[in-house]
């Protein structure tokens, strides 16, 4: 998580505004003389669950707790982020830090590259490295192959790539950095990876951060991996991503697997949208990453594996990151890659027959019940009903539970009351110190803006775009990251002035939106399609909280003037509303033609 998100999460705006204002509970809202302007009838609204406030008086705005900051203390975003950081108990590091910390990992990247081109050389040349060659063809493995995953061979020495690399003007320390030379007792170093086959573990960008490396016969441990460096995180890090990216996108699924193998093979058998995991079960931060790529998961599991506990949490990613997960059983004991090399049609049939992992689980835990006694039916109730309950698309939760129902043949109507008493909890664990409440709403804004981000991502990558008035401002966008971007745009003449503009801590989103790969026809109706969608989102939000203060004001007999206001303001949002609607009509009527 970046430390933007983090701060979101550990920060509640009615607790940052109270200390500027004096709020009072009302309805679902609290409200208050507006800090902004002065006023004798409270106009000041804060909403915390959409953690956002707005002033219907003078100063008819609004926006989340880093505008709100920003407004009241007179401080840009960057100072405003540490400033809120610093109360939420968050840490940023300097933008000289952080400098050099980049220049410390591009050399591990760069060490890593050097390492890696040594191994696959001595791959495909060296006569030390035939059996390891044997063992890729037996495999059936192409040249191609081998050189699209860079593989390679480590030598049976204690010093060669040590050696190798600092001739090449690397470092003892950047070695030891990069995980790839060992100290042992008495300060002796050697080489970490020793006869081994060489597996270089690339991110999305194709840097190489860490690498995998199997042994040629039965000696132990089979697999080795890079140690944890400030480049490689095995609980982050998918396997051949860098390959598989294009194909999770424009396939719109992702599978994922376990070993190294299963990805390459797949992938030498047109397969491509396949990455492994670096461990046997799949971590939050891994499906968060591929989420970006396409929300459609199926995770190849085998049979024995495919236990409780790792549906359970694969069903727990459904909800906390609203992906849709399924799951594919492998046949007894098989890996993807003996599947595959086996019979491909096999391999095609377990991707069609993949099942959701809700369907999954509930076979799974009924298989050995025997559902027409009483006592079997209200263990199967006990065990789906909590999985249910934590659903939060609601059309899911309904069709689950009438499956249930269905299955045990009881009332939905009993499952439902029982539904009512359970309270979801269990999927939102993932922030371990952040209360639930404060999970569950700050999840919300941080994974309600696709639309901004696609909007940001059409004006960064064509800057043609700039000069066409489609009459977006910064309050557009919800989402304080995306706003402080367009704001600096407007005034940026480059992509290079734009990000000397913005905070570092907004780099990698930013990055991310500069990378991310856009339609390549028709961009101009996309962005007024975009700006269009961003207006209406804007309208209705505001609609939404003008209407709930309209309702609390004629419930605490508002005097006439105020009330004439809000309505005033509702019919010019009506109105605005109106124009989307003419404008989006003429848009899908021009489309049509
Ligand atoms: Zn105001």
């Not at 006023?39 to 002033?55: A, L």
């Not at 707790?65 to 968050?90: H, T, W």
């Not at 990251?481 to 905070?503: H, M, P, Y």
């Amino acid at each position: 998580m970046g430390v933007i998100d983090e701060v979101k999460q550990r920060t509640d705006i009615v607790e940052v505004v109270s200390q500027y204002a004096t709020l009072k509970k009302a309805g679902r809202t609290f409200r208050a003389l507006c800090p902004f302007h002065s006023e004798k009838h409270p106009s000041f609204f804060v909403y915390p669950e959409q953690q956002s406030w707005h002033c219907f008086g003078a100063c008819n705005t609004g926006g989340d707790v880093f505008s709100f900051i920003m407004k009241k203390e007179g401080i840009d975003f960057g100072e405003a982020l540490r400033l809120l950081a610093q109360k939420a108990g968050v840490t940023i590091s300097s933008r000289f830090e952080q400098d050099t910390r980049k220049d410390e990992k591009e050399k591990l990247y760069q060490v890593n590259e050097a390492a890696a081109q040594y191994f696959h050389n001595l791959l495909l040349n060296s006569p030390a490295g035939e059996r390891a060659r044997d063992y890729f063809a037996s495999r059936g493995l192409s040249l191609k192959t081998i050189t699209d995953f860079q593989l390679g061979f480590s030598p049976d020495s204690w010093e060669a790539l040590e050696q190798y690399l600092m001739e090449r003007g690397y470092t003892e320390s950047e070695l030891l950095t990069a995980g790839l030379v060992i100290e042992a007792e008495g300060g002796k170093t050697h080489d970490r990876f020793r006869n081994r086959l060489m597996f270089p573990i690339h991110d999305i960008k194709g840097r190489i951060v860490g690498f995998g490396a199997r042994v040629l016969d039965d000696s132990l441990p089979k697999y080795l991996n890079s140690p944890q460096t400030p480049i490689f995180d095995k609980s982050s890090c998918l396997y051949g991503i860098n390959l598989a990216a294009a194909a999770i996108r424009q396939q719109n699924l992702v599978v994922i697997v376990e070993g190294y193998m299963d990805v390459i093979t797949a992938h030498q058998n047109g397969f491509s949208n396949l990455v492994a995991s670096m461990g046997t079960s799949v971590t939050e931060r891994q499906v968060g990453r591929l989420k970006k790529l396409s929300k459609n998961m199926a995770f190849a599991l085998d049979a024995d594996a495919a236990g409780e506990e790792a549906m359970l949490r694969g069903v727990g990613y459904e909800n906390t990151l609203d992906a849709e997960v399924k799951v594919i059983i492998l046949p007894g004991g098989k890996d993807p890659d003996d599947v595959i090399r086996e019979d491909i049609k096999i391999w095609q049939n377990l991707l069609e027959e993949a099942l959701p992992i809700v369907d999954y689980t509930f076979n799974m835990l009924t298989s050995e019940l025997d559902l027409s006694t009483a006592r079997d039916k209200s263990l199967a109730v006990d065990k789906l009903l909590p999985i249910i309950a934590e659903m939060k698309d609601t059309v899911r939760q309904a069709h689950y539970l009438q499956k249930l129902a269905r299955l045990v043949k009881v009332s939905e109507h009993s499952l439902e009351a029982a539904l009512g008493r359970i309270k979801p909890s269990q999927g939102r664990r993932n922030a371990k110190e952040a209360k639930p409440e404060v999970v569950a709403r700050a999840l919300h804004p941080l994974l309600s803006s696709p639309v901004e981000e696609y909007c940001l991502a059409l004006l960064l990558q064509h800057p043609e775009l700039k000069g066409r008035d489609e009459g977006l401002s910064p309050e557009y966008f919800e989402n304080s990251e995306n706003r402080e971007i367009f704001t600096v745009w407007q005034q940026a003449n480059d992509l290079l002035s734009l990000k000397d503009g913005l905070d570092s801590a907004i780099w990698e989103h930013l990055d991310s939106l500069i990378t991310r790969s856009l339609p390549a026809n028709q961009i101009e109706q996309k962005y007024a399609s975009c700006v269009l969608r961003l207006r209406e989102k804007l309208l209705r939000s505001l609609e939404a909280k003008r209407a709930e203060v309209l309702a609390l004001e004629a419930e605490s007999g508002g005097t006439a003037a105020e009330l004439a206001k809000l309505e005033e303001q509702g019919i010019e949002v009506s109105v605005q509303l109106g124009e989307v609607f003419t404008q989006k009509n003429r848009g899908s009527q021009e489309q049509g033609r």
